[in-house]
């Protein structure tokens, strides 16, 4: 007999949560459910306190990490709330960022050093905002009032795998921290408590074309103070690879000896980059799928007995169009050749500049000498002088180090070798197709090469940020779906439900029992489907909120943050009232108490969505107002 056969459902008594990317949306929409998660009472006791384990990605990791780490620091859920809806409502974090980026104080030269860029910049905002310099330990501390294993998930680009800052606060040696080819070694965790939450925040969440990669280990190196350092060389000691030999060594190996160059290459690594999280797995699912199978797995089986998924990416996508060629004339309308001849004409004629100038000089003095008696002999001297300035200015682009090698690069520039070599397409294409897109391009017109830009920025942006990342979304989901292990476990919970948008699809859903996998009775379309009119609109604003990583002033003053985190109660309790009535329907429950508790859970679900409907802000304005009240002395 399988473990999976002993699991009895038991709804809302351990929870694993998986937070989406998407920027602020994504932290701001998982505020707001994780604030009705609080607010929901089983037996006087939260539901947030039924959390066992919390996983997410790029943008939710900032909610995440940060409910986590009020969580294990005993703080109350309204101070996490109020910090952290403060810290998002602006651009403080954005304008911190660019500070420090121009603050030459904040950096250290040398290789083994942060590397001075925005995502490492980013890094610093949110050690100094968020996190106070916190690090990794605060997860270890024996302190907490309840027990809860974070998971927070970044992309290696090593083998191109979800790489997860994971811990179960314990010194538990079955852990894997990483993944089976890159992970910490569990005998040397005192290193990895030492890693800094704003830099692995900042690796979670550092999507494509807006950063680069962040670097382990030398981004993740700091020194705060004598006391409070962590080297790369620590950082390399503690974390083993497994190269494609299928040999496992520390990043800190040297090999000696008995390698060729080629050799060494392939089987030795000192550092690897990381990025977006969401890029493997932008709802930060997968982890907790791979979470619940190895509890599964246990002698004492202690699986998951809800998960929600708390996602702001969706399946719609906007139909791609192709720049046009815009119809310009003047400068756009000439070839690049025509303005690559010209700049070396110019450039090799500049050697002669200063000796025209010169010549000009002595003319114009020359003559103003002359005619000193005359009333020309001013103009004269005045055009004398702009030539000696001339000859002067000229002679020294001319003449020094830079201005020689400038025009030597300008007059020997290659087109060809600039794309094959500078551009490093010798990647992927061979010298002789080189030539043939070199002797292509710089015939082509200017406005036509523009398009051409355009549509392959366009065309990229849209691969990355929508295709790729809805095409992995529907194939964890299907997983997701389609194992049986996980049924009546399951509450999708995205930001679009609710939205104008999706009216017609949910309805539909709701009447499609095949879809739905339960009937619905007449009295539950009614609560789930009408008087929605005052929700909608909110929710279809936070639906086509843009993901950023911060927000404006004009948004701030739209009140758009307000929105979203609305929209995260209210569509939170729509979806927890539809789980618990499905499960109902089904019949699915045996145990008593647990009957007795979800009828209990269904009354006052019932209760909230009414309230919602009448005034979506009903909760949001409560816990404003518990703010106000506790800050009056």
């Known amino acids: ?48 306190d039924r959390i066992s384990f919390i996983s997410s990605a ?34 403080a974090i954005v304008e911190l960022a660019l500070t420090t980026l121009n603050d030459d104080r904040q950096w250290m030269e040398g290789p083994d050093n942060k590397q001075r ?73 005192e290193i990895f408590k030492k890693i800094k939450l704003g830099d692995i925040l900042a690796s979670s969440s550092c999507f494509p074309i807006g950063f680069e990669a962040i670097v382990y280990p030398s981004d993740f190196s700091y020194a705060d103070s004598p ?42 690594i000192d550092s690897f980059a990381l990025m977006d999280g969401g890029i493997t797995d932008n709802q930060g699912l997968s982890s907790l799928m791979l979470a619940d199978k190895k509890r599964r797995s246990r002698v004492k089986p202690d699986p998951f007995d809800l998960i929600i998924i708390t996602d702001v990416a969706s399946y719609f996508m906007d139909s791609y169009e192709s720049p046009l060629v815009e119809q310009k004339e003047g400068w756009q309308k000439n070839n690049l050749n025509d303005y690559l001849t010209k700049f070396k004409k110019i450039a090799g004629a500049f050697k002669r500049l200063p000796i025209l100038f010169s010549i000009a000089f002595i003319l114009f003095a ?5 005619l000193k008696h005359s009333n020309l002999s001013t103009l004269f001297i005045i055009l004398a002088s702009v030539s000696a300035t001339l000859t002067i200015l000229s002679s020294i682009v001319a003449y020094s180090a830079i201005g020689k090698k400038l025009i030597r690069n300008i007059v020997a520039f290659d087109l060809k070798e600039f794309i094959y070599v500078k551009l490093g397409l010798q990647k992927f294409f061979s010298a002789i197709i080189t030539d043939k897109l070199a002797g292509y391009l710089q015939f082509t017109k200017l406005n036509v090469l523009e398009q051409m830009i355009k549509a392959r920025l366009t065309s990229a942006v ?115 009232l539809e789980y618990v009535i499905s499960l109902e329907r089904k019949n699915v429950l045996s145990d008593p108490a647990h009957q007795a508790e979800l009828e209990n859970l269904k009354g006052m679900l019932e ?27």
């Open 1 to 48: 007999m399988t473990n999976d056969t002993l699991i009895k459902l038991n709804p809302f008594q351990n929870i694993g949560m998986a937070f989406s990317g998407g920027g602020f949306r994504a932290a701001s929409y998982a505020l707001g459910s994780l604030s009705y998660l609080d607010n929901l009472k089983i037996d006087g006791q939260s539901v947030t």
């Open 366 to 370: 020359g003559l103003g000498w002359f």
């Open 462 to 576: 849209t691969m990355i940020s929508d295709v790729n990342l809805k095409q992995v979304r529907r194939l964890i989901y299907k997983i997701f779906y389609e194992d049986a292990q996980w049924d009546n476990r399951r509450v999708p919970n995205f930001i679009y439900e609710l939205s104008t948008y999706n009216i017609a699809a949910r309805n539909n859903r709701f009447n499609n029992q095949l879809r739905l996998k339960w009937l619905p009775t007449p009295a539950d379309k009614v609560l789930l489907l009408e008087g929605l009119e005052k929700i909608n609109p909110i929710a279809e604003i936070a639906r086509l909120a843009p993901t950023t990583l911060w927000f404006d002033a004009i948004q701030v003053k739209d009140e758009l943050l307000k929105k979203i985190v609305t929209t995260g109660q209210f569509t939170t309790c729509a979806n927890l």
């Open 117 to 189: 860029n925005l995502i490492n910049s980013f890094a610093k905002a949110y050690d100094q905002i968020f996190f106070k310099q916190q690090t990794m330990s605060v997860f270890f501390e024996k302190t907490y009032r309840k027990k809860m294993e974070v998971c927070f998930n970044s992309t290696e680009f090593y083998r191109g795998l979800s790489f997860r800052f994971q811990t179960d606060g314990t010194d538990n040696q079955h852990q894997v921290i990483g993944n089976n080819y890159l992970w910490f070694n569990n005998k040397q965790l």
């Open 58 to 91: 790029s943008g939710g990791t900032i909610a995440s990490m940060l409910y986590a780490r009020s969580v294990h620091q005993d703080l109350q859920f309204i101070d996490f709330y109020q910090k952290l809806y403060h810290d998002l409502n602006g651009e």
């Open 607 to 633: 209760r909230d969505f009414i309230r919602f409907k009448e005034n979506p802000y009903f909760l949001f304005d409560q816990l404003a107002d518990l703010n106000i009240e506790r800050s009056i002395p």
């Open 227 to 268: 006391e409070n350092t962590l080297t790369s060389t620590e950082l390399r000691t503690a974390l083993y690879y497994e190269n494609y030999n299928e040999k496992s060594f520390p990043l800190s190996f040297e090999p000696v000896g008995g390698l060729t160059a080629e050799e060494e290459k392939d089987s030795h």
